[in-house]
């Protein structure tokens, strides 16, 4: 008994560290795979044990969300479902009665409000009892109703996604492996729980409804179908749904199991509920599973194969990433042969070794993934030289993941993609620089460092001779680069390649220390993270790099190439210069905080993210509030106002 305690105690521990990455962080330290198998062995201990211990996340369901946005708690618990992997188990658990089957979207599920035919508020899921208070990200939403025909008080449930398609989209706009997004139920989430909502209008979210909670007035015939239907005529698009009874649902699960193949919204099971609304209701709930609805994951199609090697990939940013080599296997129709380990971290919990026999499986039958490892030899080496440039190595502990670094500033891979990265669209925006182009630049000395591009004029016979050269490709090349010179301060810094530093926190922080470089260059992580959306991660980072000298040598050499361009102010409105404001809350006159920041900073003024001895107001609608914003304002005597008192004392 104390043995089995114990591994239940270790495998709370683990699950929950694992929820916490999964809900709160948008990153995954496990497979689902993995996550699913000690969750049922976790399970199966408390069933032979007889004990449910309190923190267990067989009682408590998912994990609260970050405190970054307004939070709400839901009229009624969103619990989770209790699921099966088995087609005659979903059968038997029909009781001869129909049901309604339908999709499990994977994405970010959120409960929508309307009163008087108007979308009043949307919150997300959060841990089932709070969630986070989202509603000018959902008017984003590209097929979401703002207003309806009915006018009574309606409360649905759906899933925020992003298809295959849209995550492709965006990921090929990022032109760095590492920092391309690994999932589009990641992306969707980081896009819906956005301070900025122009963010979320950009990514393409969508919605669709999988449950109605509340329609005042309104007779749905004790049918869960006919509920669907009236969400319909609202104008909602809803998760595909099929009427099932114990004669058809094995050949619906198969029509389900074959269009997954090529269905672009991500999909991680079915779900089956009661069609009789009222006899699904009868049937209550346990302390976590209500029992009208049974969740169904697709039995994963695993095969046995042998590891034959780990291909490491390095990147700009010097991050060396462990790929999977193994015998080809043929999974969910297609040929298989490489899976991504992600970080080292894994490497180990798997223990790898060349020779292993190994399961793989696609998660969500799309991303190859391995399972298990069968054999755990562990004797993987991890290189202490970069697989490019032959230099140095380190391991590294990020975000307590152990990851390999090349330490070689001078590293051929990350010259070529930090160059790629400086001359892309989003960046100084050169055409003619292919990697392939920058790779022959670069070994035949041409490129040192970035200003040096400004003067590939030197090497114009060099060039005109190359190979996919000429006199008019050179042309076309040089009008490019003499083009690039006028540009903006974001599009030098999202260029400069600065680890996790995006086209919008370049903007952010440009916007904050008011277009200047020298600011910036001179900015404490303190003054960096008092940036509303940077936080402390990018703050250290962007103040690390400004820290190293060759690297401002080198913004000083590129500074004498450009000409920044300043955005205009016009005269005789900076009547908020020099004053620092913070914001937050939901808003009543401006449809979000980006709005509202955008006409303060248009006045001289600044919004930072956090309440200081500087602050000259807190500006939240909520003044009773008891938000860490609002006890920092009270401790510092910082004035809380409302937002019609801001509007009147500053905006006249």
């Known amino acids: 008994m104390t043995d089995k305690k114990q591994r239940m105690q270790e495998l709370i521990g683990i699950l929950k560290e694992a929820s916490k990455a999964y809900y709160a962080e948008d990153r995954e330290i496990m497979s689902n795979f993995e996550y699913d198998k000690l969750y049922d062995e976790l399970e199966q201990l408390e069933r032979e044990t007889g004990i449910v211990l309190s923190d267990s996340p067989t009682v408590n369901v998912g994990y609260e969300s970050v405190d970054e946005l307004p939070k709400e708690r839901h009229e009624s618990p969103m619990l989770s479902l209790g699921k099966t992997k088995s087609r005659e188990e979903l059968k038997d658990w029909l009781l001869g009665r129909d049901a309604l089957l339908s999709w499990k979207l994977d994405g970010l599920t959120v409960v929508l409000t309307y009163r008087g035919g ?216 297609t040929t298989v042969s490489r899976a991504s380990v992600h970080n080292i971290s894994i490497v180990e919990e798997l223990g790898l070794g060349i020779g292993d026999r190994i399961t793989v499986y696609k998660a969500n039958m799309i991303i190859p993934q391995i399972a298990e490892n069968l054999t755990r030899s562990g004797n993987l080496m991890i290189p202490g030289t970069c697989p490019v440039c032959g230099g140095k190595t380190e391991i590294r502990n990020v975000n307590e993941t152990k990851t390999l670094y090349c330490i070689n500033p001078e590293c051929a891979a990350k010259k070529i993609k930090a160059f790629t990265l400086f001359v892309s669209r989003d960046a100084l925006n050169m055409d003619g620089l292919s990697e ?55 599009r030098l810094i999202y260029g400069l390649g600065i680890a996790n530093i995006g086209v919008v926190n370049a903007k952010l922080l440009s916007r904050h220390f008011d277009y200047s470089m020298e600011a910036m260059m001179e900015a404490t992580v303190e003054e960096l993270s008092a940036v509303e959306g940077v936080g402390e991660v990018i703050a250290g980072a962007f103040a690390e790099y400004m820290s190293k000298e060759e690297n401002r040598a080198q913004i000083l050499r590129l500074m004498k190439e450009l000409t920044i361009v300043i955005p205009k102010v016009e005269e005789g409105t900076q009547s908020l210069a020099g004053l620092s404001f913070v914001v937050t809350g939901t808003l009543n006159h401006y449809n979000s905080r980006n709005e509202l920041k955008e006409e303060i900073e248009a006045k001289g003024g600044k919004v930072t993210g956090s309440v200081t001895g500087k602050t000259e107001c807190l500006i939240n609608n909520d003044i009773t509030s008891s938000s860490s914003k609002n006890k920092k304002a009270k401790e510092l005597g910082v004035p809380i106002l409302s937002e019609d008192d801001f509007l009147a004392k500053y905006m006249q």
């Not at 198969?254 to 090529?262: H, M």
């Not at 590939?456 to 050269?469: A, H, P, T, W």
């Not at 000429?470 to 006028?486: D, R």
Request: hydrophobic share 35%; charged share 30%; with cysteine.
């Open 436 to 490: 392939a182009t920058l790779e022959k630049f670069i070994s035949m000395g041409f490129i040192h460092e970035f200003a040096d591009l400004f003067h590939l004029s030197d090497y114009k016979e060099q060039i005109v001779e190359m190979e996919g050269f000429g006199e008019k490709s050179y042309h076309n090349l040089t009008y490019s680069i003499e083009k690039a010179k006028e540009t903006t301060l974001p």
């Open 118 to 333: 108007k979308l009043e508020k949307a919150v997300t899921r959060g841990n089932g009892e709070i969630g986070e208070v989202i509603t000018n990200n959902a008017r984003t939403f590209k097929n979401l109703p703002l207003s309806i025909a009915y006018d009574g008080e309606l409360v649905l449930r759906g899933e925020a996604v992003i298809t295959y398609t849209d995550f492709e989209k965006i990921n090929e706009q990022i032109p760095e492996a590492d920092a391309k997004y690994k999932n589009p139920r990641n992306l969707c989430s980081g896009s819906v729980r956005q301070l900025n909502n122009e963010i979320t209008a950009k990514r393409n979210v969508r919605f669709y409804a999988f449950s109605l909670v509340k329609a005042e007035g309104v007779d749905f015939k004790n049918s869960r179908d006919e509920q669907f239907k009236f969400l319909e005529k609202q104008g909602f698009e809803v998760v595909e749904r099929k009427m099932v009874n114990p004669e058809n649902i094995l050949e619906t699960i198969d029509y389900f199991a074959e269009k997954i193949q090529t269905y672009d919204i991500p999909s991680d099971g079915l779900v089956l509920t009661f069609e009789d609304i009222a006899y699904g209701e009868s049937l209550g709930r346990t302390a976590k599973f209500p029992r009208n609805a049974i969740a169904f994951k697709w039995a994963d199609d695993i095969r046995e194969t042998t590891l034959k090697e780990v291909e490491w990939s390095a990147s700009r940013t010097g991050l060396i990433n462990p790929v999977a080599i193994f015998e080809p296997v043929e999974l969910e129709g």
